[in-house]
């Protein structure tokens, strides 16, 4: 049985419409308005074996951060509706990810609290259009409503398309390895309280 959600999201600023399949192949179909954003998710998916389907509209006129910040929101929502109780999910997970002259590692906690420790050094302030310190806050609504524990650092990189392209792709990695159902622990809450 395949772990999925829909999420709809209508504010002021954006329009969503996100899917989400955990046991997927890495389908992405993805349109934010920002190609910088578009190329992330779809590298998260692909990377991830998650199909996403992402259709927002925002009010990029003024800049992306509402977009990235939103959809970020629900991603999260969506993998947290996905994992439902979580009963057999590995829970942890962990990456390092090479990207050229960048490395970069995240580990992931399904811990059901939101925590993020960002540490991605970003030489540029922009990669195009696109505001390098706008993947801080994509992570940080992600792990708000996914309820979970991401840690990001930079290990190298001077090239801050490749630093950015690593973080999503090596959070891609260890969420596919902490949503991967523990045959040894299937039917159980991986935690010592009994809920997550």
Not at 111 to 132: H, M, N, W
Not at 162 to 182: M, P, T, Y
Request: glycine share 10%; with cysteine.
């Amino acid at each position: 049985m395949q772990r999925t959600a829909e999420i709809k999201r209508k504010t002021t600023e954006t329009d969503i419409e996100l899917s989400l399949c955990l046991d997927g192949s890495g389908i992405a179909e993805i349109q934010t308005g920002s190609g910088f954003l578009n190329h992330m998710l779809t590298s998260f998916a692909r990377h991830g074996r998650f199909d996403l389907t992402v259709r927002c509209t925002g009010d990029t006129w003024v800049d992306y951060h509402h977009t990235v910040e939103d959809v970020g929101i629900c991603l999260g929502e969506a993998i947290a509706a996905a994992l439902g109780d979580m009963r057999g999910v590995t829970r942890f997970g962990s990456a390092v990810i090479p990207m050229d002259e960048a490395l970069v590692l995240a580990a992931v906690d399904l811990s059901g609290r939101a925590c993020l420790g960002y540490a991605l050094e970003i030489p540029a302030q922009k990669v195009g259009d696109f505001d390098t310190e706008l993947a801080e806050e994509f992570f940080l609504g992600l792990v708000r409503t996914a309820r979970m524990t991401l840690h990001l650092r930079s290990l190298a990189g001077k090239n801050s398309h490749h630093i950015i392209e690593g973080a999503f792709k090596s959070f891609a990695r260890a969420l596919r390895q902490a949503v991967s159902i523990d045959p040894a622990a299937a039917g159980e809450i991986p935690s010592t309280k009994g809920v997550l």
